[in-house]
């Protein structure tokens, strides 16, 4: 794997968030719909792999770590403006969190 140089690092806007919605997406049974919230009334649309092994009700209210500020890529018809960051086990997605009470939209740095 390449290094990535501090400055490019930097680039990434790293964040807690909320998974407040999540759905199905019709034809696809690798990705689901989600509205993550980064506080302070910021939604974003995300696609959130793994649905192979969750259902949306299992995800919604999770918090988590994304990645707010990539280009929006539109995929199976949704623009996903953010990435949750997850470890990957044999495919399947353990979606990074925090330990305690943080407030939502708080940079990971």
């Known amino acids: ?3 990535v140089s501090y400055d490019d690092f930097a680039k990434l806007d790293i964040r807690v ?7 199905p997406i019709e034809g696809k049974s690798r990705i689901i719909k989600g509205i993550i919230d980064l506080g302070n009334d910021n939604h974003q649309d ?4 793994g649905a ?4 949306p009700e ?8 994304v ?8 995929i199976a ?4 403006n953010a990435m949750l960051l997850a470890a990957d086990v044999d495919d399947k997605p353990f979606w ?10 708080s940079p990971i740095k």
């Not at 995300?46 to 792999?49: H, L, P, Q, R, S």
């Not at 192979?52 to 259902?55: D, F, H, L």
Request: glycine share 10%; hydrophobic share 40%.
């Open 52 to 55: 192979q092994y969750y259902q």
């Open 67 to 74: 990645i707010a500020n990539l280009e929006p890529k539109k």
């Open 77 to 80: 018809g949704v623009e996903s």
């Open 96 to 105: 990074l969190t925090v330990n305690g009470d943080v407030p939502l939209g």
């Open 17 to 23: 968030a909320k998974i407040i919605e999540a759905e």
């Open 1 to 3: 794997m390449p290094n």
């Open 58 to 65: 299992d995800i919604v209210g999770k918090t988590v770590i």
């Open 46 to 49: 995300v696609i959130i792999g």
